[in-house]
């Protein structure tokens, strides 16, 4: 394991900076890093982006519960300019999958930010990704020295522990370990009775990568945020998704059962994955 050979080689501890998003995948991450090394100084860290979950619970209260559960105090970081319906008020256009000025912008940089306030001088970021999320993840280097962020004397290592778990075994890991999912989340991946969720990724309230079916779950669910995207898309002309409106969206006739979203348990893989970025 390369944590063990850096600590060996350098003669110094690394210490963790774990980030968490209150979704499943990062809960799991963290439950790993501090089963693995419980000895290492880990810091939990949330960026908020100004859109998220609110209800019934804030993706930011259950980050820190998470933490909490695992004996850790939670560091949320904020854009101290902007929040993400501001920045794409500003912007005038939606961040997109070339262009994701939100994870930029409103994460990565606040978490490099608190980063570089840490004392230790190797520090090694770890990340919720999984392979099977996406194909474009799958080609991503689960340990990679992070060039960017290596100078002044640190050490930066990018890491993504559960790169190879499954869904399925994400969720396992909850079960097994009474450790509670966002109730956000579709009933039949809660093992607790909890209902009421209607989605199976955890991002922002309305997520640049949302499918069609999600967005008619958030217009039930979480009227205020469809409303306000909805709305910017109106005092912008631009619109989120490629060339229909949120309206549009909702407004289509649904699709047929063969390209109906998946609803087995573990679903498609790109439909599962957790706002990680
Ligand atoms: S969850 Fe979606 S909208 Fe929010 S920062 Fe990540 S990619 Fe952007």
Redesign the pocket.
């Known amino acids: 394991m390369q944590i063990d050979e850096l600590a060996a080689e350098t003669g110094r501890p690394p210490a963790l900076l774990v980030n968490l998003s209150g979704g499943k995948d990062s809960a799991r991450m963290l439950g790993l890093v501090r089963q693995k090394f419980p000895g290492l100084q880990t810091y939990a860290v949330m960026a908020d982006?100004g859109?998220e979950h609110v209800k019934p619970v804030s993706a930011v209260e259950w980050s820190r519960k998470i933490a909490g559960h695992f004996g850790l105090p939670l560091t949320v970081v904020r854009n101290p300019n902007k929040t993400?319906l501001e920045m794409v008020r500003r912007r005038g256009m939606f961040?997109s999958a070339q262009f994701?000025q939100?994870?930029s912008d409103?994460?990565r940089g606040p978490i490099q930010k608190f980063l570089r306030t840490l004392p230790e001088k190797v520090v090694i970021n770890c990340m919720g990704m999984r392979a099977e999320e996406s194909p474009q993840r799958a080609r991503q280097v689960p340990w990679k020295l992070d060039m960017e962020m290596s100078r002044n004397g640190r050490t930066v290592y990018n890491w993504l522990p559960i790169f190879e778990e499954t869904t399925e075994q994400v969720l396992r890991w909850h079960w097994q370990n009474d450790v509670p999912l966002h109730p956000v989340y579709v009933p039949e991946y809660h093992q607790d009775g909890t209902r009421g969720g209607y989605l199976r990724r955890f991002?922002?309230r309305?997520?640049?990568?949302?499918t069609d079916h999600d967005l008619r779950m958030i217009h039930q669910h979480d009227r205020e945020a469809f409303d306000q995207v909805s709305a910017l898309e109106q005092e912008m002309g631009f619109t989120m998704k490629s060339g229909r409106s949120l309206v549009q969206i909702i407004n289509a006739p649904t699709v047929s059962p063969q390209s109906a979203p998946q609803l087995s348990l573990f679903g498609k893989p790109q439909e599962d994955f957790d706002?990680n970025?």
């Open positions: 982006t859109f993400y961040p994701r939100c994870t409103l994460k991002s922002c309305v997520c640049i990568f949302a706002r970025s």
